[in-house]
């Protein structure tokens, strides 16, 4: 693997991880007041745009970090959506 | 401009601007309690290294999209420490 991207791996390790937490937080407490779908939304059409970049320069870290940053996005507005109503 | 430097900075704008309304929600209401200042760490760490990978490959749109969140999540850590006392 070449160098620059043990790097690029460590850094999609640290900017991934530090959203699970998030994650967790808005699955436990069903608190999802402090979200916000329009920058939520706002945030995972930027991240897929960031996808298909990494796609074309073949970047295999960025293409793992913003696969699992979707998931997150992804989840964070299920979330919102289906406690919003309650 | 390379075409797909186009979607990368569609994409910079994007996650940094849905970024902003956080930094801003922090400055105006000096809540902090939400924020993990482990986690904003890593976080910070985790987009120095993605600034590092985004010189090293040449790409302007990454490098501007980092620069403008390690100014965010600076400030973030910033208000944390400071209204934390409070």
Do not use: C
């Amino acid at each position: 693997m070449d160098h620059i991207e043990i790097i690029g791996f460590t850094a999609a390790f640290l900017t991934t991880a530090a959203f699970l937490p998030q994650v967790y937080k808005t699955w436990n407490t069903k608190d999802v007041s402090g979200l916000s779908l329009p920058m939520l939304s706002m945030f995972l059409i930027g991240i897929i745009l960031w996808l298909i970049y990494a796609f074309y320069i073949h970047s295999p870290s960025m293409i793992a970090a913003n696969v699992i940053t979707i998931g997150s996005s992804f989840l964070l507005i299920y979330f919102k959506i289906k406690y919003n109503k309650r």
